[in-house]
């Protein structure tokens, strides 16, 4: 079955770097892309954007261009997501989704469990 | 951007009621749009694509309409396990917008 698993709770100092990472199975990981989601504690959801999982190409939303970068292990089945210069306000639970299309409409069909990032001094 | 507006920010229903929650999207998004339920601690699963479509797995007393680019996802029978958080997702165009959600709980 479709499975998407990510890394594990990190815990950062401000200006650190974190890596969290999505191991995907059950699926040729090439032939779907990846969408990032990010939930701050108590709130709701906000895509980050997503990356060609064949081309490797990512595309970010406005808010997470600069310190964020996606990228890919395609021979390990994962997508990564890089944070630098970590701020108070990265303290999130971060998704990844497998992007599905049924011929028609593109739909967000598996996610993750969930990354925790935390970041305090 | 397109804004996603979603009514009731909170809801409290009885077992069997019929719930009904709203998304009212800022311009036209045609059938471009999900629900999806989360509950505390797990990842979002997917309800509702292209408006209209039941996902896979997903119990018939959920279903989701569209009058122009207001939308709108009906439960037809509360049941215990339907509680939780909701939230539309406009895929019309990037940036891709979620709606603040909706807080579901039984009476």
């Known amino acids: 079955q479709i499975q998407l698993v990510q890394s594990g709770p990190e815990l950062k100092k401000p200006g650190e770097s974190v890596k969290i990472s999505c191991k995907a199975s059950g699926y040729t990981f090439t032939d779907y892309a990846m969408h990032w989601v990010k939930q701050a504690p108590g709130k709701g959801l906000k895509w980050m954007g997503w990356i060609n999982t064949y081309t490797g190409k990512p595309t970010y939303a406005d808010d997470f261009k600069g310190r964020f970068v996606f990228s890919l292990e395609a021979s390990a089945s994962t997508a990564n997501l890089q944070i630098s210069n970590l701020k108070n306000e990265d303290t999130a639970t971060y998704f990844c989704?497998?992007?599905?299309?049924?011929?028609?409409?593109?739909?967000?069909?598996?996610w993750g469990q969930g990354a925790s990032v935390t970041v305090s001094s | 951007d397109i804004q996603m507006t979603q009514s009731p920010a909170s809801l409290s229903a009885s077992l069997d009621e019929i719930v009904t929650i709203t998304c009212q999207a800022s311009q036209d998004i045609g059938n471009w749009l999900a629900w999806y339920q989360q509950k505390p601690g797990k990842s979002p699963q997917l309800l509702i694509y292209g408006a209209t479509s039941l996902a896979d797995g997903v119990p018939s007393r959920f279903s989701g309409s569209r009058s122009g680019t207001q939308y709108s996802l009906k439960i037809s029978r509360l049941q215990v396990e339907d509680t939780g958080i909701y939230y539309c997702?406009?895929?019309?165009?990037?940036?891709?917008?979620f709606g603040a959600g909706t807080k579901l709980e039984l009476k």
């Open positions: 997702l406009q895929r019309y165009s990037a940036p891709y917008t």
């Open positions: 989704a497998r992007e599905y299309y049924d011929g028609t409409y593109p739909l967000m069909d598996a």
